[in-house]
């Protein structure tokens, strides 16, 4: 996203930079495992150690020049995943908006899949 400053140039704000400060900020959440992310993001993760907050974020730039943000998250299991999902919204709305000083349109939420406890892994297997 870019917009002209007076007479001093533009200033853009590329979408990595967007999804690592809501990726950042998703984390946080309470009752948020983590985000969703590739077979790669798994890889890269795994032989870096290092956490990838780019992951399972997604980022558009509407007609009127906000972005929309699409989390894909895993959740933990028995929390009120109403809850957990618009806390992900205020918070990760907050944030880049707070950080980049641009106006977030949606942030929507998808539930991607829900770490189940071992008790009841265990019971699978039985």
């Known amino acids: 996203m870019s917009e002209p400053v007076a007479s001093q140039g533009k200033i853009e704000i590329f979408d990595d930079v967007i999804r690592a400060i809501a990726g950042v900020a998703m984390s946080g959440v309470k009752g948020i495992v983590g985000p969703r992310g590739t077979f790669i993001d798994g890889i890269k993760a795994a032989t870096t150690g290092k956490r990838d907050f780019h992951s399972g974020v997604d980022v558009k730039k509407t007609a009127d020049e906000k972005f929309e943000i699409d989390l894909y998250i895993i959740i933990e299991y028995d929390v009120r995943v109403m809850e957990v999902a618009q806390e992900a919204q205020r918070v990760v709305k ?27 892994l265990s019971r699978e297997q039985d």
């Open 94 to 120: 907050e944030r880049v908006e707070a950080i980049t000083g641009r106006s977030v349109g949606a942030v929507n939420v998808h539930i991607a899949d829900i770490k189940l406890p071992d008790s009841i």
